[in-house]
């Protein structure tokens, strides 16, 4: 079972920066296409970013598109989401995960980082 550790969230004005991460337990971690996703209090959960096994296909929500970036470095089993102008609305427990094959559901999830953005 892959084990996903999620880090760097944290308290921000709105307007600035984070760098979340998110650090698998295996080395198929390479072979997995990942994905971020968020929730924020009485909302659903929803996507937010993917980025496939190798890192040459990214996809994006339309809210996150031109801020947001994610990415990966496989020798480290970690994938990265790099926030800009970060909003209010943005506050929310940020979550990975790994989707297996394209196409799948996405399977195993970290437990997640909490972002709270200020106004």
């Known amino acids: 079972q892959v084990q996903l550790v999620e880090s760097g969230g944290g308290l921000v004005q709105a307007g600035g920066s984070l760098r979340l991460s998110c650090a698998a337990s295996?080395?198929?971690?390479?072979?997995?296409?990942m994905g971020w996703f968020r929730q924020a209090p009485g909302k659903e959960r929803e996507f937010v970013a993917r980025?496939?096994?190798?890192?040459?296909?990214?996809s994006y929500s339309e809210s996150v598109k031109g801020r947001f970036t994610i990415s990966r470095d496989n020798a480290k089993n970690t994938v990265y989401l790099q926030m800009n102008s970060l909003k209010p609305e943005e506050t929310a427990v940020y979550y990975c995960?790994?989707?297996?094959?394209?196409?799948?559901?996405?399977?195993?999830w970290g437990q997640g980082t909490q972002v709270t953005v200020s106004s």
């Open positions: 995960a790994t989707q297996r094959a394209t196409g799948a559901s996405f399977d195993y």
């Open positions: 980025i496939n096994w190798s890192g040459t296909v990214k």
């Open positions: 295996e080395r198929t971690f390479s072979s997995y296409n």
